[in-house]
C-alpha cells in the first residue's frame, strides 16, 4: 500500500485519534495520543507526527483531569512527548500501519523495558527462546 498522497483530507476524530499504530510485522506498537500539526502555505492545517503517551493524552483531553495526567506524566520524563513522523504512515484504515519496526521507534520505553527485563523472563513468553 502506498502512502496517502499529500493533502488526504482526514477527520481526526474519526481517523488517527485513539486508533492502534501497529509496526510494518503487525505489532502493536501504541496508541494515537494526539496529533502535530503545522499550517502549510494555505492555510490549512497538515498533521506532521504522531504523538505518544500520558504527556500528549493529558493535553488533548484537557480539564482538571489532562492536567493531573500530565503533571504525572512530566515527574517521569522530559521533552516533548514521543512522536512518530508522518512520514512513516503506510496506511490510515482500522489501524494506522507504519513502515517501521516497533523496535526502532523508541516510542513506549516503559513497556520496552517491561517486556525486555519482565515479560521475557517468563517461561513460555513469546521472547523465551531469543
Same mark, same amino acid.
Given at each position: 500500500? @502506498?502512502?496517502? *498522497?499529500?493533502? !488526504? &483530507?482526514?477527520? /481526526?476524530?474519526?481517523? /488517527? /485519534?485513539? !486508533? $492502534?499504530?501497529?509496526? #510494518?510485522?503487525? %505489532? %502493536?506498537?501504541?496508541?494515537?495520543?494526539?496529533?502535530? =500539526?503545522? *499550517?502549510?502555505? @494555505?492555510?490549512? %492545517?497538515? &498533521? #506532521?507526527?504522531? =504523538? &505518544?503517551?500520558?504527556?500528549? =493524552?493529558?493535553? !488533548?483531553?484537557?480539564?482538571?483531569?489532562?492536567?493531573?495526567?500530565?503533571?504525572?506524566? @512530566?515527574? $517521569?520524563? #522530559?521533552?516533548?512527548? *514521543?512522536?512518530?513522523?508522518?512520514?512513516? &504512515? !503506510?496506511?490510515?484504515?482500522?489501524?494506522? #500501519?507504519?513502515?517501521?519496526?516497533?523496535?526502532? %521507534?523508541?516510542?513506549?520505553? /516503559?513497556?520496552?523495558?517491561?517486556?525486555?527485563?519482565?515479560?521475557?523472563?517468563?517461561?513460555?513468553?513469546?521472547?523465551?527462546?531469543?
Amino acid at each position: 500500500m @502506498n502512502q496517502p *498522497p499529500p493533502g !488526504r &483530507v482526514l477527520d /481526526l476524530n474519526l481517523h /488517527l /485519534l485513539d !486508533r $492502534q499504530v501497529v509496526d #510494518t510485522d503487525g %505489532l %502493536l506498537v501504541c496508541k494515537v495520543d494526539d496529533v502535530e =500539526l503545522e *499550517p502549510g502555505e @494555505n492555510g490549512a %492545517l497538515y &498533521v #506532521t507526527a504522531i =504523538l &505518544v503517551g500520558p504527556r500528549a =493524552l493529558g493535553r !488533548r483531553i484537557g480539564s482538571r483531569l489532562g492536567r493531573w495526567i500530565t503533571s504525572i506524566a @512530566n515527574r $517521569q520524563a #522530559t521533552g516533548p512527548p *514521543p512522536r512518530i513522523d508522518m512520514g512513516i &504512515v !503506510r496506511d490510515i484504515g482500522s489501524a494506522v #500501519t507504519l513502515d517501521a519496526h516497533r523496535a526502532d %521507534l523508541a516510542v513506549a520505553p /516503559l513497556e520496552d523495558w517491561v517486556d525486555r527485563y519482565i515479560i521475557s523472563r517468563i517461561p513460555g513468553s513469546r521472547h523465551e527462546s531469543e
